[in-house]
């Protein structure tokens, strides 16, 4: 299992302070005993009628690397691989990046970056790290 990232804790307080309840800390992903795969975490909805029921999994991004580009790159990668595995075992569950405020506006914005996200159909979960707390869902 490989290391959490720094800002794992604060996307698990901003979730529970947003009405989710967190299932897995970390998400096993096993596909046919070839690899374990760990996502950061599963949740579930537990309040609000437009998301009750509604069960995630979040793979936590701090990008605070010495390269923005290449953690972009591993971000997009592990994304694609955990979404294709969950499709195969664990449908039910929609899966999300969650990225800093500061990155988003600084770095995924950016047009040419902007388009791989949304031609590779990645739901963001877009987090404030001073207060804990999500500032927007993008799907």
Do not use: C
């Amino acid at each position: 299992m490989s290391a959490r990232d720094k800002f794992h804790d604060v996307v698990k307080s901003a979730l529970q302070k947003d009405g989710w309840r967190i299932t897995h800390d970390p998400l096993l992903v096993r596909i046919e005993n070839i690899t374990d795969m760990y996502i950061d975490l599963g949740a579930e909805k537990i309040i609000a009628a437009e998301r009750e029921g509604q069960k995630i999994a979040v793979e936590v991004k701090s990008f605070i690397g010495t390269s923005t580009i290449s953690e972009f790159h591993t971000a997009v990668g592990q994304f694609i691989n955990y979404r294709y595995a969950l499709e195969e075992i664990r449908s039910e569950l929609i899966l999300y990046l969650a990225v800093p405020l500061n990155t988003y506006n600084d770095f995924l914005t950016k047009p040419f970056i902007k388009s791989i996200i949304q031609r590779s159909q990645i739901n963001l979960i877009i987090y404030d790290v001073e207060n804990e707390e999500i500032i927007r869902w993008k799907i």
